[in-house]
């Protein structure tokens, strides 16, 4: 019976991730608290169930699941960086410029890229958040739905690889203006099949970016650097 109820939370955590990575926050909910049901602390499931909240504008729900970690687990990173972003977004109101500090605090979890386009798109505002979608060799970002770009390059691979494993991704504009569009692209979940994989090693970082919208309003990134994944 120990060994079904091991099988079975084994299951549920990789049906979590799949319905996350997919972007069905309401489906990947439910699992996470059918979870937790049985395991009522793990801290793990209380992150991503924080994160799914998030993303369900629940925000009094999302503060409870990461205070809970920082309970079990005072020094948890994850639960501490949410947890102070969510406290943030309650008291202040976002502005039209962002700081990028706060985006780029680590690095090795986090990137930058400038997208030039040349048509209007949807209006986009600094600090919002849009989607990702990851497929076989690229991702998609999204607002309300509505896609916005498709990504193909090694970093995109490189993303698509990692969220199937597990890791959640977030895509927070920067800024914007006539010709470009910047966004900042960061790990917001590892999974613990990925505790030793980097997101963004220096290696995959490209020396220039350009991104140009062709007429189906796709994006490809184009760089300098071909894909050196190892």
């Not at 209380?46 to 994160?51: Q, S, V």
């Not at 986009?124 to 607002?143: R, Y």
């Not at 504009?173 to 900042?184: F, W």
């Amino acid at each position: 019976m120990e060994l079904k109820t091991r099988n079975d939370l084994t299951f549920l955590k990789k049906s979590a991730i799949k319905e996350a990575s997919n972007q069905n926050w309401e489906r990947a909910k439910q699992i996470n608290l059918a979870i937790l049901n049985q395991q009522k602390n793990n801290i793990e499931t209380l992150n991503r169930l924080g994160i799914t909240y998030t993303k369900l504008s629940q925000k009094q729900n999302a503060i409870k699941c990461f205070e809970k970690v920082i309970h079990i687990s005072p020094n948890n990173r994850i639960a501490q960086k949410n947890l102070s972003a969510l406290h943030s977004a309650k008291n202040k109101k976002i502005s039209n410029t962002i700081d990028k500090k706060l985006l780029v605090n680590d690095s090795s979890k986090s990137i930058n890229l400038n997208f030039e386009h040349k048509s209007s798109t949807t209006s986009l505002t600094p600090g919002e958040n849009l989607e990702i979608k990851s497929k076989s060799d690229s991702i998609q970002i999204f607002k309300n739905k509505k896609l916005l770009s498709e990504i193909t390059n090694n970093i995109a691979k490189r993303i698509s690889k990692l969220t199937n494993l597990g890791n959640q991704y977030s895509c927070t504009v920067i800024g914007t203006n006539e010709n470009n569009i910047n966004v900042n692209i960061k790990e917001i979940h590892k999974s613990e099949s990925t505790v030793n994989i980097i997101s963004f090693p220096e290696y995959i970082k490209p020396h220039s970016e350009k991104l140009s919208l062709n007429h189906h309003s796709i994006f490809t990134l184009q760089t300098e650097d071909e894909d050196t994944e190892k």
